[in-house]
DNA sequence: TAAACTTATGTAAACGTTTACATTATTAAT
DNA sequence: ATTAATAATGTAAACGTTTACATAAGTTTA
């Protein structure tokens, strides 16, 4: 059906070794018999075999991006990144989140056994020890995104959370000048969540606040869970003059809850988020978050692994953290 | 490196064959041999070789997914819901957005021509004539989400838009009693935006309203351009009573121009969208718009790809309208 | 018990490339 | 003009499967 190597070889007169030199560009081609190859080869619309080519050269040209759940602007804006790395670089990408039929483990052995893809990204909020030795034992070469650094034979890339959330707090206190500081964490196991709380606690110890386990209040990165959280906190009979939410979906939360008791965001109480997500330009007032640069996160990973992948051992190990950015909204005082 | 057949034959003491057979569970094979077989290939952690298979089969079981941009949720869920099926038939998505780097045509050419899919969903709102050549005279199975019945040989999957469109404004009419109903149109060569439209036309006149182009604006799917175009009704000497922005976005930007100038929603002036995007809910009060079944529209076109990849043209082509639903929300009288 | 099936296995080709090695044609060096 | 070096091309194996066809082994049937 499609025309081959072969077809092409027969019209030119030569050896399918000559055509196959000479459409991959080596060299040793006479430039006259090139010229013919490539004509004839445009002329019946030629594409070579993929999985041809695939089976000698022990390569897909494929990477795989394994994610909990393609949900939310932040795994898409990751997968942006990544997407145009991979192009550049001649690799394709192919997304498999977890769902009901299909588990992270699952969709994990599936590309590091069989040789499907070059590479795999890997970005899961908590690596369990299954998890864990499935990467260890990785014959095909793996990027962690944003998971503790606790395997340490396998690049990673992370957002800087302890810093983000670090100089958030800061800001609320030096700049904005709050002084009681709730914070609604994230997830228990989830390790981003982890280090943005230890950025809170590090910001008021050096600015000689203390810390007040009533403010620190567990959340889950949901919008109802901020909402809980925020109200919990309200009804306190100290309660806080601002609010560190560890993501802005639940800064959301609080909005919904402080706009309900009638209080004023930022002067009753101030708010704060981490993300940066389109959300929170859209409400109003805006909310004062961390950028997150979540496309470079992505570009990041691509190219570290694509590296890897091409480079082999040779290159040592990289653990990347990429730094956030606060983003000046108007639910804190300035 | 990776163990292979021919490893297990030797192991097992028979041909490549009668182990290919045995790890197909294809007929024709004694028990006994299956069983060692397999707890042999078990052992040596054996994995088919994808290209080698590719290769003799013509097939990659890897379907393709064309689409402008990966942003926003729409995309995401839809994104999603192809996964789902894919995987299900044991099939695998590549994701490729055009961007900066790459057009949709390229994309599209590069997935129609090599054998390196075996099928493509293409999700673009305008199907210029370069784009609908390229999936005329491809042979690789195409289906297409949501554009303009206009390529009659491929299967189609798209929204109910002019259903959609149709129902809100007659409930905005009907249930709310607002009697003086503006539309802010998408863009000019989209082809939901389009269906919008006439679907916001049948129901005024089915209802005796006489259609105003004053209150028909031109918009562009963006927030801006839905603040733009809300301010410039709301500034009419005689104005409309509602607003029906073709999309939840463009109706989010009304809320910002409304609450600016100090109007009630929705009393002094009704607001619908359309897509139901998560944003809807978030915001105050709800937004009344119509609910695109999104990730359904990804799984109807997996399945519809994925039989046309087995059966051929043994099928006959498939246009598919998924119909839409009222979210009844706060921004509307009721 | 031979003939006729059926079942189980083997042989070898095919899929479409790439590439090591061999060979021939061309150019440079003496 | 002969030899040495280089450039261009060809030959054939290899990649790891699947599968049509051939063969061997086992089971009915008359």
């Known amino acids: 059906m499609n ?22 560009d080596l060299s040793n081609v006479k430039n006259d018999t090139k010229v013919l190859i490539k004509k004839i080869a445009e002329e019946l619309n030629y594409n070579p075999n993929i999985a041809a080519r695939n089976l000698v050269s022990k390569k897909t040209q494929i990477i795989g991006f394994v994610l909990p759940e ?40 599936n590309f590091m056994k069989r040789n499907f893809v070059d590479g795999v990204i890997v ?22 995104i944003n998971a503790k ?11 800087d959370n302890y810093q983000g959330a670090y100089s958030i707090t800061n800001y609320l206190i030096k700049n904005s000048g709050y002084k009681k500081i709730a914070i609604i964490k994230g997830p228990a196991q989830n390790n981003d969540a982890l280090e943005r709380f230890e950025g809170y606690l590090s910001a008021l110890t050096d600015n000689n606040i203390e810390v007040n386990d009533n403010w620190i209040i567990e959340g889950d990165f949901t919008m109802k869970g901020g909402e809980l959280a925020c109200s919990r906190l309200l009804t306190l009979s100290d309660r806080p003059d601002a609010i560190f939410a560890c993501n802005d979906i639940m800064a959301i939360g609080c909005y919904k809850v402080i706009n309900n008791l009638g209080l004023n965001i930022p002067d ?3 708010v704060a988020g981490f993300d940066h997500i389109n959300l929170s330009e859209f409400i109003l007032p805006h909310l004062t978050t961390v950028h997150v640069p979540k496309e470079e996160l992505g570009t990041e990973a691509g190219k570290l692994l694509i590296d890897r992948i091409e480079k082999g051992d040779t290159k040592e190990i990289t653990h990347l953290k990429i730094s956030t950015g606060i983003v000046f909204g108007n ?4």
Do not use: C, W
Request: without cysteine.
């Open 3 to 24: 025309p081959t190597i072969k077809e092409i070889a027969k019209r030119a007169n030569v050896s399918i070794a000559t055509v196959s030199r000479a459409l991959n």
């Open 70 to 109: 393609i949900e939310g602007e932040f795994y898409t804006e990751v997968i942006k990144g990544i997407d145009k790395v991979a192009y550049g670089s001649g690799y394709h990408m192919i997304v498999a989140s977890s769902h009901s039929e299909r588990s992270i483990v699952e969709t994990l052995t």
């Open 123 to 144: 970005m899961i909020p908590a690596v369990n020890q299954q998890v864990k030795e499935l990467i260890e034992g990785s014959r095909v070469p793996v990027v962690i």
């Open 149 to 159: 650094n606790e395997i340490d034979n396998v690049d990673t890339v992370s957002i």
């Open 268 to 270: 009753d109480i101030g």
């Open 331 to 334: 639910s804190s005082k300035n």
